[in-house]
């Protein structure tokens, strides 16, 4: 008789239900993300010219100027583009009212990434796809998995402010609450390190081929 495998016995006694209450932030943080991006491809797609125009100028500045980039200097661009969402999202993680904010924040980054893509796909066709799939989007996984995840934090810990603030002792019982929080928050900040990284290097590697 074959033995399962522990991983395989783990999915197998996955409960569908359960998974979806554990993740039902995540997921619709998720959506929320995968809306801009939509918005944001169809308006830079289909709006002729305010729109369509500067993001054709801003994206054409920044090859330029990424061309003649050293790798460092890439590297800490990348990085400084980043992290103002992180920052945010933690603010707002400790304000009893910085729910909204946060919820935001996954739908203002689709849309500038959903901009982006759409306008290289209207514009380059395939070239403007193999543009975006080697240099923006790997440094953009990582970059969009944490940001999510963070959001999640944040919102959870929002929420339990602006509950905790009707009972007795309040925000100040939160204290263990929080260290976790600021911990989980450098492992959020050291994934976009290594995104940051990744965008650098895929610059480094794949910007070369293009002329736009």
Not at 35 to 40: F, H, S, W
Not at 98 to 116: A, E, N, Q
Not at 170 to 181: D, F, N, R, T, V
Request: hydrophobic fraction near 55%; charge should be positive.
């Amino acid at each position: 008789m074959k033995r399962t495998s522990k991983p395989l016995k783990a999915l197998a006694g996955l409960d569908p239900l359960e998974f979806w209450r554990n993740n039902r932030m995540l997921f619709a943080l998720t959506a929320l993300f995968a809306l801009g991006m939509l918005a944001g491809a169809s308006n830079a797609a289909e709006s002729p010219l305010p729109g369509g125009s500067l993001v054709a100028a801003i994206f054409k500045s920044s090859v330029q100027i990424r061309g003649s980039q050293a790798f460092v200097t890439t590297f800490l661009n990348a990085l400084l583009s980043s992290s103002p969402y992180l920052f945010v999202i933690f603010f707002m993680g400790l304000s009893a009212g910085g729910l909204p904010v946060i919820l935001f924040i996954p739908f203002f980054k689709g849309l500038g990434l959903g901009m982006l893509s759409g306008f290289l796909y209207a514009d380059h066709g395939m070239q403007g796809l193999a543009y975006c799939v080697l240099t923006v989007f790997p440094g953009a996984v990582l970059s969009v998995a944490s940001l999510l995840f963070a959001c999640r934090e944040g919102a959870r810990l929002s929420a339990i402010l602006f509950s905790s603030m009707r009972k007795k002792g309040g925000p100040a019982a939160l204290h263990g609450e929080i260290k976790i929080y600021a911990a989980r928050f450098c492992v959020f900040g050291l994934i976009f390190i290594i995104s940051a990284l990744v965008d650098a290097g895929c610059n480094l590697l794949f910007l070369r081929f293009f002329h736009f």
